[in-house]
């Protein structure tokens, strides 16, 4: 089959047109950064989050790293650590969970039903999963070593204890620990980007060695001992 220049020409523009249609990855240089970080103790993880797209910032420009996280906020996250949270669609009006207080089409529906089946997260013993709730910073941790491969149950009556423990020995915690107070959003960045690069997993890997996304984080300095 022949073709005339003229056409030629026009499926040239075409194949220009839908190359340069396509997303992009974000990078540090193309995405803004949020604009009340300056001079926060974590103002690195939270402006490398934000860069690959883990977390955003309001329109406004803003973080605001003092607001408290919910459950359904966390649930967000975590998918996100778990490489899982483009299968998400926050706009599906038809996806339901097991939970009677998270109504169909819930935005985070999706994230709360992958948390579940990967048994990252709990119900409430009445059936609730109560995605307005706030997490407290213990909860957060707990969460961390979850999704890290850390069971956080093995002693049931003692799992507080248990939680702060192993998060000080894996150095997970590298904030001012307040296990019952609120996490803001801050702290929730803090928490991901420790459990991303510098924690390892309970297989010895990390989450920043397994995730395609987290690739630009991977900065660890391992050092073997023989």
């Not at 839908?18 to 540090?28: C, G, I, V, Y």
């Amino acid at each position: 089959m022949s073709y005339t220049r003229k056409s030629k020409i026009s499926m040239f523009f075409l194949l220009f047109i839908f190359l340069f249609s396509l997303p992009f990855n974000k990078t540090a240089a193309s995405v803004p950064q949020p604009t009340d970080i300056e001079g926060s103790a974590y103002a690195e993880a939270i402006s490398e989050l934000v860069s690959i797209g883990v977390m955003q910032g309001f329109p406004d420009g803003s973080f605001k790293p003092d607001e408290t996280t919910t459950r359904a906020q966390a649930a967000k996250i975590i998918s996100f650590l778990m490489g899982r949270a483009e299968e998400v669609d926050e706009k599906d009006a038809t996806l339901k969970t097991i939970f009677p207080d998270v109504e169909t089409g819930h935005w985070a529906a999706g994230y709360i039903n992958i948390c579940v089946e990967e048994g990252i997260i709990r119900g409430f013993p009445d059936g609730s999963f109560a995605p307005s709730q706030t997490v407290t910073q213990r909860q957060l941790v707990a969460l961390m070593l979850r999704l890290l491969g850390y069971d956080t149950l093995q002693k049931p009556l003692e799992w507080e204890k248990e939680v702060d423990e192993t998060a000080q020995e894996l150095g997970l915690i590298t904030w001012e620990y307040k296990p019952d107070l609120e996490s803001p959003r801050e702290i929730l960045a803090q928490a991901s980007y420790n459990a991303i690069q510098a924690v390892p997993m309970s297989t010895g890997s990390y989450l920043a060695e397994i995730v395609k996304l987290f690739e630009p984080l991977f900065k660890l300095k391992v050092t073997e001992i023989e």
